[in-house]
């Protein structure tokens, strides 16, 4: 296996947030002055060459989190001060991070065939927010998996891609957390067809790979919209 040249490496986090009760029980024009405080706070680090953030609801769906801001940089530190930012805002006293899933890109090692619908997995890049639901989970694959010889790895992971190329209306974000966190990567598939991610996770259920597949769970779904929506979504 030849090793290929990267571009600059994207660190790529997922955070989950839950607000408390109490903050419900505010006054409508107080929610009003925190959610605006807390959008510029975001809207200050989310910057061109420096960090692209993307937000997400998930009221309705999980009763864990409430919303996620999906952050993609080049530093740690980047990540770092803007969640301490954030944590210094009136809403961010009423905020637990309930999950937060970080990791990085790179190339993958794996053959993954040609055309564009692979290309951001060729070259480890993450190209994110095209579509309108995103649906993300950890996963980690046993050691099992790593032992096995290279070449029967790529033939499942062949298997693997197939299946994915049959579900053409989504994109898939693959992001490597090997000693970041405690997951392998975190998968982030994106789509305007909900529909697609069900049929595919079946179908991915069937493959050889799955039989090495340690942990896949929890799954998040969510919805796309502007940062003063998402928060409005709240309360």
Known sequence: MTAQPEGRRQFVSFGFYKVAPEWRRLSAAEREEHRSEFTETVHHWSQPDTMRVLSYS??????DCDFML?????SLECLQEMAAALARTRLGAYLTLSHLYM??????QYEMGSGD?????????VKAGAHKYLFVNPMSRTR????????ERQRMVHEI????????RSQINVIYSFG?????YIIANETDHPEECMERFMSL????????VQQDTPIFTCLQDSLPRVLEKMG
């Open 58 to 63: 998930t009221v309705g769906m999980r009763a």
């Open 70 to 74: 999906w952050r993609i940089c080049y």
């Open 103 to 108: 990791g990085m890109t790179r190339r993958s």
């Open 117 to 125: 619908r692979s290309s951001h997995l060729i070259k480890g890049v």
């Open 144 to 151: 099992q998996w790593y032992q096995l010889p290279f070449e």
């Open 161 to 168: 891609i197939k299946i994915h190329g049959e579900f053409s």
């Open 180 to 184: 970041l966190g405690d997951h392998d």
């Open 205 to 212: 259920r069937e493959v050889d790979a799955g039989s090495f």
